[in-house]
């Protein structure tokens, strides 16, 4: 079984406890802030096997697993995670504004607010790359037409009287 289903399994298993589950997903932001905090240090790509990666960032191979499929879509060159091993060889080489822009839309205020982003990107550029990603989000609905305003169509009817009759 490739590491990322073995990964899923772990982590997504429904049945354990929901006080299990909890201290789980705790103790794995914690570690994940670990290696985030020391690859936004480094200006330097990383790269290597799986099992290489995981000991240099204290985390077991599936926690590196884990780690790699949250990242993948911020990557410069995305890793083949899903039949990945502990001897496949990954790049964790990404780009600063769509990893910021990735863990606002996860709602990740422990990544997006670590101190280290400040060598990275200014803090204007953080808070105009955290609007983009929220505005990217919002729905923003036209204004509704009323029952007697003209009709958008141009016909100069009431809206009741021309398309919405049917409406």
Same mark, same amino acid.
């Given at each position: 079984m490739a590491l990322l289903e073995q990964w899923k399994t772990l982590a997504y298993n429904q049945n354990q406890d929901a006080g299990t589950y909890q201290r789980f997903w705790a103790r794995y932001f914690e570690l994940e802030k670990g290696v985030y905090e020391k690859l936004l240090e480094s200006t330097e790509p990383v790269s290597g096997t799986v099992k290489e990666l995981a000991e240099k960032y204290d985390l077991s191979v599936l926690e590196m697993a884990?780690? !790699? =499929?949250?990242?993948?879509?911020? !990557?410069? %060159?995305?890793?083949?995670?899903? =039949?990945?091993? %502990?001897?496949? $060889? $990954?790049? !964790? =080489?990404?780009?600063?504004?769509k990893l910021y822009k990735n863990m606002v839309a996860a709602k990740a205020d422990w990544l997006y607010n670590l101190p280290q982003w400040e060598g990275r990107l200014t803090e204007e550029r953080r808070a105009e790359l955290y609007k983009e990603q929220k505005q990217s989000t919002t729905i923003v609905k036209g204004k509704k037409i009323g029952r007697n305003d003209p009709c958008p169509c141009g016909s100069g009817k009431k809206y009741k009287f021309c398309h919405g009759r049917n409406a």
């Open positions: 884990g780690f !790699l =499929d949250g990242i993948n879509d911020s !990557l410069k %060159e995305a890793n083949p995670i899903d =039949d990945m091993e %502990e001897d496949t $060889v $990954v790049s !964790l =080489d990404f780009e600063d504004e």
